[in-house]
Nanobody, 119 residues
């Protein structure tokens, strides 16, 4: 079983920064890619950014130039550095991981961390 532990959410003023972290715990063989999604009230969950095991990244257009995703393969941890935050970035942010454990494919979601951008 793979558990994802998220941290780093909170309240920040517009233009501010936050850094989210997500650690994947368990007997993991490999992690193929890690990503962040978000869900605002009354909206569908949407992709924010993903990073592959090789370090390739992909971002949603609405965060390009403001957010940076990175990973520490040795720690099975993914980070999301969020700069120049806007009120419309307010949402619950979820970590998502795809990999293999004991030879079987898995996909796991974190519990979510609230990000609120408000003055």
């Amino acid at each position: 079983q793979v558990q994802l532990v998220e941290s780093g959410g909170g309240l920040v003023q517009p233009g501010g920064s936050l850094r989210l972290s997500c650690a994947a715990l368990g007997s993991i063989d490999s992690i193929y890619y890690m990503g962040w999604y978000r869900q605002a009230p009354e909206k569908q969950r949407e992709l924010v950014a993903i990073v592959t095991v090789g370090g390739s990244t992909n971002y949603a257009d609405f965060v390009k130039g403001r957010f940076t995703i990175s990973r520490d393969n040795a720690k099975n941890t993914v980070y999301l550095q969020m700069n120049s935050l806007k009120p419309e970035d307010t949402a619950i942010y979820f970590c998502n991981v795809h990999g293999s454990v004991t030879g079987s494919f898995f996909t796991s979601w974190g519990q979510g961390t609230q990000v609120t951008v408000s003055s």
